[in-house]
């Protein structure tokens, strides 16, 4: 099979949001920020074309021991406990089928107990600014991402009262890749790893994650049923930091001893497990999912040793299908419509996206409207499910992205696509 060459993002709604968020990269890079890399995972952000989503979750982390410099499990020193409770709040914009921009908010209650300690304080936390592009979209799909991270709160204010930190107060900017492979309908495996910078002399690492999901979204839009996703996830550190390993406890102030900010060299692995339900709408417009999981802190290096507790909601809206237009009531009439050619479905690589063996060298070009059919068993055309629009092209293959469904099903490989000459 072909791949697709990476995406001109030359369509004017794209390239402007692209200049965007690239200047406030820039300008955020150069300012003096860091999210919290102990509680939220490096995770891909891409959404499917003309989606938005917005997710909330709650965690809460308890800690009162460390993994020290050389990985080895320890208690502190005089703190009886560090309770952390965050919010945050990601918004996904899919303003092209291969570029999603996405912001995330945080929100965090830092409750300490020591000899050294015993205060908490609450605020806005690390809030991250990110995009992710589709380069190549088949049966594999592969993505790159890039994320800035800033804090909206001031750790000298914080040590001058005597409170505990948020977090590290430095910039980080995370730049990495994704690799995703579908099994099944409702299965998917993805693969990630990265590069993160940071400011203040703090340490780069490699964030990294591996990423098993159950989903009925997967199969088909709108669809309801149980969600399951395991994660592997954490960050390694490539041990830049001046400091020095054994210097890992001169910058605990404001944590009480733990590690969890301001450590040196920190490196960590965690496993995490969520399990719950997603509710899709008829016409397959919207859908809401609501997830419970946990956390376990598998292994770590200069890195607080804790369980986190976390419930996830996700609402998911696809606005180039509005009820009116996403479920029609009876499909077309063949005989009143005029096709022309051909093709067969030989990958299917979203919901949205699929890929058929026909291309320019077949007459098909940008914008083409084509039908989607079933295939009977002696190899003649079934019923006609979607219609689909060119969105891609190759000289012996097309990507084509979903528009209207017809008949609620799962498209496969193997079904019959042609070109809608007369609408």
Same mark, same amino acid.
């Given at each position: 099979?072909?791949?697709?060459?990476?995406i001109?993002?030359?369509?004017r709604?794209?390239?402007?949001?692209?200049r965007?968020?690239?200047?406030?990269?820039?300008?955020l890079?150069?300012?003096?920020a860091q999210?919290?890399?102990?509680?939220?995972?490096?995770?891909?952000?891409?959404?499917?074309?003309g989606?938005?989503?917005?997710s909330?979750?709650?965690?809460?982390f308890?800690?009162?021991?460390n993994?020290?410099?050389?990985?080895?499990?320890?208690s502190?020193?005089?703190?009886?406990?560090?309770?952390?409770? %965050?919010?945050?709040?990601?918004? %996904?914009?899919?303003?092209?089928?291969?570029?999603?921009?996405?912001?995330?908010?945080?929100?965090?209650?830092?409750?300490?107990?020591s000899?050294?300690?015993?205060a908490?304080q609450y605020?806005?936390?690390?809030?991250?600014?990110g995009l992710?592009?589709?380069?190549?979209?088949?049966?594999?799909a592969l993505?790159?991402?890039?994320?800035?991270?800033?804090?909206?709160y001031?750790?000298?204010d914080?040590?001058?009262?005597?409170?505990?930190?948020?977090?590290?107060?430095?910039?980080?900017v995370?730049?990495?890749?994704?690799?995703?492979?579908?099994?099944g309908?409702q299965w998917?495996l993805?693969?990630?790893?990265?590069?993160?910078t940071?400011m203040?002399? /703090?340490?780069?690492s490699?964030?990294?994650s591996?990423?098993l999901?159950?989903?009925?979204? /997967?199969?088909?839009?709108g669809?309801?049923?149980t969600?399951?996703?395991?994660?592997?996830?954490g960050?390694?550190?490539?041990n830049?930091d001046?400091?020095?390993?054994?210097?890992?406890?001169?910058?605990?102030?404001g944590?009480?001893?733990?590690?969890?900010?301001?450590a040196v060299?920190p490196?960590?692995?965690?496993s995490?497990?969520?399990?719950?339900?997603?509710?899709?709408?008829?016409?397959?417009?919207?859908n809401v999912?609501?997830?419970?999981?946990?956390?376990?802190?598998?292994?770590?290096?200069?890195?607080?040793?804790g369980n986190?507790?976390?419930?996830?909601?996700?609402w998911?809206?696809?606005?180039r299908?509005?009820?009116?237009?996403a479920?029609?009531?009876?499909?077309?009439?063949?005989?009143?419509?005029?096709?022309?050619?051909?093709?067969?479905?030989?990958?299917?690589?979203?919901?949205?996206?699929l890929i058929?063996?026909?291309g320019?060298?077949q007459?098909?070009?940008?914008?083409?409207?084509?039908?989607?059919f079933?295939?009977?068993?002696?190899?003649?055309?079934?019923?006609?499910v979607a219609?689909?629009?060119?969105s891609r092209?190759?000289?012996?293959?097309?990507?084509?992205?979903?528009?209207?469904i017809?008949?609620?099903?799962?498209?496969?490989?193997? /079904?019959?696509?042609?070109?809608?000459?007369?609408?």
């Amino acid at each position: 099979m072909k791949i697709f060459p990476i995406i001109r993002v030359a369509q004017r709604r794209g390239k402007r949001h692209l200049r965007s968020i690239g200047l406030a990269l820039a300008a955020l890079a150069s300012g003096s920020a860091q999210a919290d890399q102990q509680m939220l995972p490096w995770r891909l952000h891409h959404q499917d074309g003309g989606i938005w989503k917005i997710s909330a979750e709650g965690l809460t982390f308890g800690t009162n021991s460390n993994y020290g410099p050389t990985g080895k499990k320890e208690s502190v020193s005089g703190l009886d406990g560090l309770r952390r409770t %965050e919010g945050a709040a990601t918004l %996904e914009i899919a303003v092209h089928p291969r570029l999603t921009l996405f912001g995330r908010g945080t929100w965090n209650l830092t409750d300490i107990r020591s000899s050294t300690i015993d205060a908490s304080q609450y605020g806005l936390a690390d809030q991250s600014l990110g995009l992710a592009l589709r380069l190549i979209d088949s049966r594999v799909a592969l993505d790159f991402q890039v994320q800035t991270d800033l804090p909206a709160y001031n750790n000298t204010d914080a040590q001058a009262q005597g409170l505990p930190f948020l977090g590290d107060s430095t910039t980080n900017v995370h730049i990495g890749g994704f690799a995703t492979v579908p099994f099944g309908q409702q299965w998917q495996l993805r693969a990630g790893a990265g590069y993160t910078t940071r400011m203040a002399d /703090f340490s780069s690492s490699v964030p990294w994650s591996l990423e098993l999901v159950k989903d009925p979204a /997967f199969e088909q839009s709108g669809a309801s049923g149980t969600v399951i996703r395991t994660l592997f996830w954490g960050f390694s550190s490539l041990n830049t930091d001046p400091n020095g390993s054994s210097a890992a406890t001169a910058r605990q102030a404001g944590a009480a001893g733990s590690f969890l900010v301001n450590a040196v060299n920190p490196s960590l692995a965690v496993s995490r497990v969520e399990s719950g339900y997603r509710w899709g709408s008829d016409a397959g417009s919207s859908n809401v999912a609501v997830l419970a999981g946990y956390s376990y802190t598998l292994w770590g290096q200069a890195a607080a040793r804790g369980n986190t507790w976390h419930l996830f909601f996700e609402w998911s809206l696809d606005r180039r299908r509005t009820p009116s237009q996403a479920s029609l009531p009876t499909h077309p009439s063949k005989s009143f419509l005029t096709y022309s050619g051909k093709g067969r479905i030989v990958a299917v690589s979203s919901t949205r996206t699929l890929i058929i063996d026909q291309g320019s060298h077949q007459g098909l070009a940008m914008g083409d409207r084509m039908d989607i059919f079933t295939v009977n068993a002696d190899g003649t055309l079934g019923q006609p499910v979607a219609r689909a629009e060119v969105s891609r092209l190759d000289w012996e293959q097309a990507q084509l992205t979903i528009l209207q469904i017809f008949k609620e099903t799962a498209i496969k490989e193997g /079904f019959a696509v042609q070109k809608l000459v007369q609408p």
